[in-house]
């Protein structure tokens, strides 16, 4: 097991506040100098339901969930409880403490509440904690609980008895409940933390085991920040004061944040009748001149797609967020994937294109949604952040000076009143919207309500004004011209300072890992274990998925003898985008894939190369799949 | 000042100032009913004073959603069913734009249905023209939504055999504010309703009722027509929703049986309109939002000033 980090669990009922403790928990140990990340899972209810969250925190930069876990807090799941639902619920009850009991590290600390949880229930548990020398502590927290205030309160009880084993000091958890509870409920919660603590500190000897925090400090300051956050906040700062959207999971905590945050900054916020209604309206708004953004998870991005076509044949900029979760159809709603990548990329009818970033992390997050609406707005395009339940979900330390830049509310290729007065017209004082021959392909817009500024806007062909037209001359030019936009983009980006694409690793190395979006700090913390391990390995995270960063991709490819693109899906369609784009290196390229509603440990990276790329072994379970390189 | 200097100007102005150049004779088939609406609209708008510059008219697919070929406005021609979505927030973007939708039976009852009543529910300040031809014009004439029963088309080969939808009665139970019917052959009291709708602070639906002789044969031609406001066979009292709605269901009915029943139906002058509803609750700004993107004064908000401390 591993001394210098701790990877906390706090597992329970869906409803029992975990989300609300682990939070209070990670920005404590974030405060206190650590990095942090944390890694969610629960089920698609509301109540009820095992849910569990991992914080790892250490004094090196955390990239990814980590492989298990060192130290459980196991609580009881409150709702499992109930008699007449026993028959639905069934062995539910046990799951805090028996599920993936397994991952736990050698010598891992357990405490469970044993006013909740019968350890007995569980097979050989004994047998078990013995050959693991997992140290356990049965501590009745629910009991703890109920005397000082209710019950619910236990998961202070257990983060007292948690700080008391690990040698974190209360001062944290104190500082941060003090900011986060109301006056009422404070006191009891601060007593019960401090009760558990010492007696915890008095009744057992907490140097038995050695999982302890590690101590560390940072250079700057941090916020504790989900990639919803960071999406959020981008849109914010890029001047978007528009959203329409329709709940869907996990696209819900984006529009969610806006909708709260919109109304304190002059904006409006939309939950319209369907996801047809939702991209219409953002469109709607953008045309008359506001920055504007819709979203959604796969179904709902699916009735999206009309809209979709709808702004890129008027030229109307908009941008949307797509929230992967594990499809196809309905899916796994709270599960993590990666498979929408061909559905974003390809949906919408006839020659259509858009922009796609597919962020790796949460800071990438913050800067590439700011660049999509940049783009959207300066191109007058669609564009598209792509990201999934793992990014949205995962809270992350980030220095706060990342946030920390100027608004850019520029509407992008518009005129003013002004430079209408001086731009193209017909002979009738229709307004060229729609020139032919312009400079990247970008003809600048007006905006309803400016004078001289009168054009038709339609998903028909149409000429320079508007006017619907089918002539073959007409269609051509403007066929053209749309399609000249993207490599005008894909030049943009390539002269940007700092590329998208995320490198990793030494600058030469014999093998290359390879993903997108949200799998890449995974990927990462497998290339730091290889090269520990004396492998020598480098990755490419890559986040622009349209326009494709042809000649970025090829340059790393070229420089390793073999590549492994990892990604969460079943049909490896990274890699298919990457062999299209690049019209090569099929011989090179072979797919670690995960589509089991979890996301890549850094450990599942490691062995599908060891045994995969290095020798010719096989994987040790069907957690993820190989499927070897053309020809192999 | 303004960014959007077209607006609010009022000024005498010609219909004819609404007639592109490009295309200045519709190409609707002789004799059909949408010729109509247009003639009304340009009439109404003429007689408001508005600058085609402060119109936006967006319309769906359709024979009627060609409207914007032959109106000279900021148009938006947008997807099957979808100008309403479309409509209302441009008009939630920038108030001042005088802000109307219209399009086909098919586009707005049918696959459009959804935004319709939603449409109306919130009661956004709007107008809305229903081209209503009970057929599926542009597709070459099959069932619509409003196609009476038994009505026979190639798509329905033995008559249709569904009850035809209500859509003055739809309206009303979904929430619009201003509900009439008027229809192609009777061009003054066209031009009047849609004067009333745009004046109307909500959303206002027009039901209007084109005849379509290239697809809808058997259908008439809408005449003759009672105004229902002005006839003393009808008494109700169109600010009374339940009265209303006697009198919605029973005009419904008529047009099936050959009595083509015209006018005003519903009419609620109290109830706020989305816009001001969201102001009240402090979800919309007082200024109209896209003046502020060409504001240079502006101080635009920062997350970090504002968002990040909750995160430390
Ligand atoms: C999503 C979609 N489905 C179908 C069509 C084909 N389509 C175009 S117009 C139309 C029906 C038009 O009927 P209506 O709305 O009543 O308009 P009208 O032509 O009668 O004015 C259909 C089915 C389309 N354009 N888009
Ligand atoms: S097909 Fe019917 S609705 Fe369409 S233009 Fe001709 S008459 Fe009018
Ligand atoms: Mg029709």
């Known amino acids: 097991m591993t001394n210098n980090e701790l990877i906390w669990r706090i597992a329970g009922g869906s409803g029992d506040g975990i989300a609300s403790t682990s939070q209070n928990f990670a920005k404590a140990l974030m405060r206190s100098g650590l990095d942090v990340f944390t890694h969610r899972h629960y089920p698609s209810r509301i109540r009820g339901g095992h849910t569990y969250t991992e914080i790892r925190a250490s004094a090196e930069p955390v990239k990814s969930r980590g492989d298990g876990y060192n130290f459980l807090l196991a609580l009881g799941d409150s709702f499992a409880r109930n008699p007449k639902e026993g028959s639905v619920y069934g062995n539910e009850e046990i799951k805090p403490l028996s599920e993936n009991l397994d991952e736990l590290h050698e010598g891992g600390v357990i405490i469970?509440?044993?006013?909740?949880?019968?350890?007995?229930?569980?097979?050989?548990?004994?047998?078990?904690?013995?050959?693991?020398?997992?140290?356990?502590?049965?501590?009745?927290?629910?009991?703890?609980?109920?005397?000082?205030?209710?019950?619910?309160?236990?998961?202070?009880?257990?983060?007292?008895?948690?700080?008391?084993?690990?040698?974190?000091?209360?001062?944290?958890?104190?500082e941060l409940m003090t900011d986060a509870m109301p006056e009422k409920i404070l006191e009891p919660n601060l007593e019960i933390l401090h009760n558990a603590y010492n007696k915890v500190l008095d009744e057992y000897d907490v140097d038995e085991h050695d999982v302890k925090v590690p101590e560390g400090s940072h250079d700057e300051e941090q916020v504790l920040l989900s990639g919803s956050d960071a999406i959020a906040y981008g849109s914010l700062d890029e001047g978007c004061r528009f959203i329409a959207g329709y709940p869907m999971t996990p696209w819900t905590e984006v529009f969610t944040i806006l909708c709260q945050n919109?109304?304190?900054?002059?904006?409006?916020?939309?939950?319209?009748?369907?996801?047809?209604?939702?991209?219409?309206?953002?469109?709607?708004?953008?045309?008359?001149?506001?920055?504007?953004?819709?979203?959604?998870?796969?179904?709902?991005?699916?009735?999206?797609?009309?809209?979709?076509?709808?702004?890129?044949?008027?030229?109307?900029?908009?941008?949307?967020?797509?929230?992967?979760?594990?499809?196809?159809?309905?899916?796994?709603?709270?599960?993590?994937?990666?498979?929408?990548?061909?559905?974003?990329?390809?949906?919408?009818?006839?020659?259509?294109?858009?922009?796609?970033?597919?962020?790796?992390?949460?800071?990438?997050?913050?800067?590439?949604?700011?660049?999509?609406?940049?783009?959207?707005?300066?191109?007058?395009?669609?564009?598209?952040?792509?990201?999934?339940?793992?990014?949205?979900?995962?809270?992350?330390?980030?220095?706060?000076?990342?946030?920390?830049?100027?608004?850019?509310?520029?509407?992008?290729?518009?005129?003013?009143?002004?430079?209408?007065?001086?731009?193209?017209?017909?002979?009738?004082?229709?307004?060229?919207?729609?020139?032919?021959?312009?400079?990247?392909?970008?003809?600048?817009?007006?905006?309803?309500?400016?004078?001289?500024?009168?054009?038709?806007?339609?998903?028909?062909?149409?000429?320079?004004?508007?006017?619907?037209?089918?002539?073959?001359?007409?269609?051509?030019?403007?066929?053209?011209?749309?399609?000249?936009?993207?490599?005008?983009?894909?030049?943009?980006?390539?002269?940007?300072?700092?590329?998208?694409?995320?490198?990793?690793?030494?600058?030469?190395?014999?093998?290359?890992?390879?993903?997108?979006?949200?799998?890449?700090?995974?990927?990462?913390?497998?290339?730091?274990?290889?090269?520990?391990?004396?492998?020598?390995?480098?990755?490419?995270?890559?986040?622009?998925?349209?326009p494709y960063p042809v000649d970025e991709?090829?340059?790393?490819?070229?420089?390793?003898?073999?590549?492994?693109?990892?990604?969460?899906?079943?049909?490896?369609?990274?890699?298919?985008?990457?062999?299209?784009?690049?019209?090569?290196?099929?011989?090179?390229?072979?797919?670690?894939?995960?589509?089991?509603?979890?996301?890549?440990?850094?450990?599942?990276?490691?062995?599908?190369?060891?045994?995969?790329?290095v020798e010719d072994g096989e994987l040790s379970g069907p957690e993820t799949k190989f499927v070897p390189a053309a020809g192999d | 000042m303004s960014a959007f200097s077209a607006i609010g100007e009022g000024q005498e102005i010609d219909q004819n100032e609404y007639t592109p150049g490009l295309e200045p004779q519709a190409t609707w088939c002789p004799g059909c009913g949408d010729f109509g609406v247009l003639k009304a609209l340009k009439g109404a708008s003429a007689e408001l004073g508005l600058s085609p510059e402060e119109i936006l008219l967006t319309t769906g697919i359709g024979c009627s959603?060609?409207?914007?070929?032959?109106?000279?406005?900021?148009?938006?021609?947008?997807?099957?069913?979808?100008?309403?979505?479309?409509?209302?927030?441009?008009?939630?973007?920038?108030?001042?734009?005088?802000?109307?939708?219209?399009?086909?039976?098919?586009?707005?009852?049918?696959?459009?249905?959804?935004?319709?009543?939603?449409?109306?529910?919130?009661?956004?300040?709007?107008?809305?023209?229903?081209?209503?031809?009970?057929?599926?014009?542009?597709?070459?004439?099959?069932?619509?939504?409003?196609?009476?029963?038994?009505?026979?088309?190639?798509?329905?080969?033995?008559?249709?055999?569904?009850?035809?939808?209500?859509?003055?009665s739809l309206s009303l139970t979904s929430g619009a504010s201003y509900i009439a019917r008027t229809a192609a052959v009777n061009p003054n009291q066209a031009k009047e309703i849609i004067i009333e709708a745009m004046e109307h602070d909500g959303f206002a639906h027009i039901d209007f009722l084109t005849q379509c002789p290239t697809w809808n044969k058997d259908a008439r031609q809408y005449v003759p027509y009672i105004d229902v406001n002005e006839s003393d066979d009808y008494d109700f009292d169109k600010t009374d929703r339940r009265s209303a709605a006697e009198m919605m269901a029973e005009t419904e009915d008529a047009l099936h049986e050959g009595k083509v029943l015209t006018g005003r139906f519903y009419v609620d002058e109290n109830r706020p309109s989305y816009g001001q509803e969201k102001r009240a609750i402090g979800e919309m700004p007082e200024q109209p939002l896209a003046e502020r993107y060409f504001d240079d004064s502006y101080e635009w908000e920062r997350s970090a000033d504002l968002f990040l401390d909750k995160h430390k």
């Not at chain 1, 019950?151 to 000091?169: F, K, P, S, Y």
Request: proline share 5%; glycine share 10%.
């Open chain 1, 112 to 174: 469970y509440d044993s006013g909740l949880l019968d350890a007995s229930e569980i097979d050989d548990f004994d047998a078990r904690v013995e050959e693991n020398n997992w140290h356990v502590y049965d501590i009745d927290l629910r009991t703890m609980a109920r005397e000082q205030g209710r019950e619910v309160m236990r998961n202070t009880a257990g983060v007292g008895a948690t700080c008391a084993l690990a040698g974190i000091e209360l001062e944290w958890i104190e």
């Open chain 1, 262 to 546: 919109l109304p304190k900054v002059g904006g409006i916020s939309e939950q319209v009748e369907d996801e047809i209604a939702a991209a219409a309206l953002a469109i709607g708004a953008s045309h008359a001149g506001v920055k504007a953004m819709s979203g959604s998870s796969g179904g709902g991005f699916a009735l999206m797609s009309e809209p979709l076509g709808l702004a890129e044949m008027t030229e109307t900029p908009v941008v949307l967020i797509e929230a992967m979760r594990a499809g196809p159809c309905t899916g796994m709603p709270t599960k993590p994937e990666q498979g929408d990548l061909e559905h974003v990329l390809y949906t919408s009818q006839g020659d259509s294109h858009r922009v796609v970033f597919a962020p790796g992390t949460v800071a990438e997050a913050y800067t590439q949604t700011r660049r999509a609406f940049e783009i959207a707005y300066e191109y007058q395009i669609p564009s598209i952040i792509l990201y999934d339940q793992k990014l949205g979900g995962e809270l992350v330390s980030v220095p706060a000076s990342v946030l920390d830049e100027e608004p850019n509310p520029s509407l992008g290729s518009t005129l003013t009143e002004a430079e209408l007065a001086d731009a193209p017209h017909d002979e009738t004082g229709k307004y060229s919207r729609f020139q032919h021959d312009v400079e990247d392909g970008v003809s600048p817009r007006s905006i309803p309500g400016q004078k001289g500024g009168r054009f038709l806007a339609t998903g028909n062909e149409h000429t320079p004004e508007g006017h619907i037209e089918e002539s073959p001359a007409n269609r051509v030019a403007q066929m053209n011209r749309r399609l000249q936009k993207k490599e005008a983009i894909r030049a943009d980006l390539a002269a940007q300072s700092e590329s998208h694409q995320t490198y990793h690793g030494p600058d030469e190395a014999t093998y290359g890992l390879m993903t997108y979006g949200s799998s890449q700090g995974t990927v990462e913390e497998a290339v730091d274990m290889l090269t520990d391990e004396g492998y020598s390995v480098k990755s490419l995270g890559v986040s622009d998925m349209a």
């Open chain 1, 553 to 613: 991709v090829s340059e790393f490819i070229e420089s390793v003898d073999e590549v492994l693109v990892v990604e969460m899906n079943a049909t490896a369609q990274f890699r298919g985008l990457t062999q299209k784009e690049l019209g090569q290196y099929g011989e090179k390229l072979s797919s670690l894939l995960k589509y089991n509603g979890n996301p890549f440990e850094p450990l599942d990276i490691t062995e599908g190369f060891k045994t995969k790329i």
């Open chain 2, 65 to 168: 959603g060609k409207l914007n070929s032959y109106f000279d406005s900021y148009g938006f021609h947008t997807i099957h069913g979808r100008s309403l979505p479309v409509a209302r927030a441009a008009k939630l973007a920038n108030p001042g734009l005088e802000v109307i939708a219209a399009g086909g039976d098919g586009d707005g009852y049918g696959i459009g249905g959804n935004h319709f009543m939603h449409t109306a529910r919130e009661n956004h300040d709007m107008t809305y023209i229903v081209f209503n031809n009970e057929i599926f014009g542009l597709t070459k004439g099959q069932t619509s939504p409003t196609s009476p029963k038994g009505h026979k088309s190639k798509t329905q080969p033995h008559g249709n055999a569904k009850e035809p939808l209500r859509p003055l």
